[in-house]
């Protein structure tokens, strides 16, 4: 065992089977505590709201010595009064609202889709804090917004120029000055309508449109400037004749698994190296093809079944019993092959399995 570890934040897994993998005894605090995170855990905790986490995390450190305490979503600017091993909170703290992120782009002249003035569309808003698209919309008319606006009452946002176009994001590991790009990875969006339209729902890497070494030149460009520490990544959005930058993401990204099964590199490793100053010399070669799709409830349910004979072809796999609610996460599903088409043919096959089983809840 290389030391003991402490992984705190919404959702964790992913973290925590690096960390576990990398040869760390794991302790977590996540609001999920799927059966896969208990497999790599030493002891692990449940939280309701971001706002216990001090206490658990005190609590935790009452009773075990740490080498490392790593935050993730959600609690990258929360003051544990602990030193946390990544980027430090005061540089976490100014990625972590659309519009400190806007004005770091602009500042830093990186091409950044502008600010649209009021009463001009269509706009694409963006609730100021939060995370994974969630909530975003585009407003094409006034009315638009002020359902937006009355829908999530007293929540400040952006309005920002509307950009179509291929999303992707770049995993980087950063010193503070310098980074390295370890991938570039294609980003799935959930589509349809509503609040959840333009949320999160996979990925796919390695990513190669012809414009791929220019997208990681400037990722590690934007990852070096930021001044943050470890595992971060930078969200685009390519055009015909654009490459947008988008966010920041000062934490370990949720493509952390599909990066590290195409590369066969740990970015935990890596994180820990580079709060030491040591970042790869070169960015990694993808070994293979790997996407993860996530599974979201068509309508509320109980989870009857274990699956986790599934795995290791899907993750965040719930307890039996478990009640999901319409429209939230159900699991994580792995496609892997020597190419796109045997990737998705085998992310296909897993899915329809999954979808057997969610038939009878």
């Known amino acids: 065992m290389k030391g003991r570890v402490l992984v705190a934040g919404f959702a964790t897994r992913h973290v925590v089977r690096s960390a576990y993998a990398a040869g760390f005894e794991v302790c977590a605090i996540d609001h999920f505590c799927d059966q896969d995170l208990t497999w790599y ?15 658990l995390i005190a609590d935790l450190c009452s009773r075990h010595t740490f080498d490392c305490i790593v935050t993730t979503s959600g609690a990258e600017d929360i003051d544990i009064g602990r030193n946390v091993c990544g980027t430090p909170r005061s540089v976490a703290a100014r990625f972590c609202t ?3 992120i806007q004005q770091f782009f602009e500042e830093s002249e990186f091409p950044v889709p502008p600010l649209l003035p009021e009463g001009e569309y269509p706009a694409f808003i963006k609730p100021d804090p939060g995370a994974g698209g969630w909530r975003n919309t585009l407003a094409a008319t006034q009315d638009d917004e002020a359902a937006w606006t009355e829908s999530w009452p007293d929540t400040p946002y952006i309005r920002q120029m509307p950009v179509e176009g291929i999303p992707c994001s770049v995993s980087c590991i950063a010193d503070g000055t310098s980074a390295r790009a370890l991938s570039l990875n294609r980003q799935f969006n959930r589509g349809g309508k509503g609040e959840r339209r333009f949320g999160f729902a996979g990925a796919s890497t390695p990513f190669q449109p012809g414009e791929r070494e220019t997208i990681l030149g400037l990722a590690e460009e934007i990852a070096a400037k930021s001044g943050c520490i470890g595992s971060l990544g930078i969200d685009f959005i390519l055009t015909d004749d654009n490459i947008n930058t988008i966010e920041i993401n000062p934490r370990f990204q949720a493509t952390l698994d599909i990066v590290e099964m195409s590369t066969g590199v740990n970015i935990f490793e890596m994180h820990r190296n580079a709060t030491r100053g040591i970042i790869p010399a070169f960015r990694p070669t993808p070994k293979m093809t790997v996407a993860r799709s996530i599974i979201f409830a068509e309508r509320d349910c109980v989870v009857k079944d274990d699956l986790k004979s599934l795995h290791p072809d899907i993750a965040d796999i719930p307890w039996p019993g ?8 159900v699991l994580s599903v792995y496609g892997r092959g020597a190419n796109e088409d045997e990737m998705l043919a085998a992310l296909d096959k897993t899915i329809t399995r999954v979808y057997r089983y969610m038939s009878r809840w």
């Open 41 to 55: 855990t030493k002891e692990h905790q449940t939280f309701e709201e971001l706002a216990e986490l001090p206490d």
């Open 98 to 100: 659309k519009s400190s």
């Open 322 to 329: 478990t009640e999901i609610e319409e429209g939230n996460a």
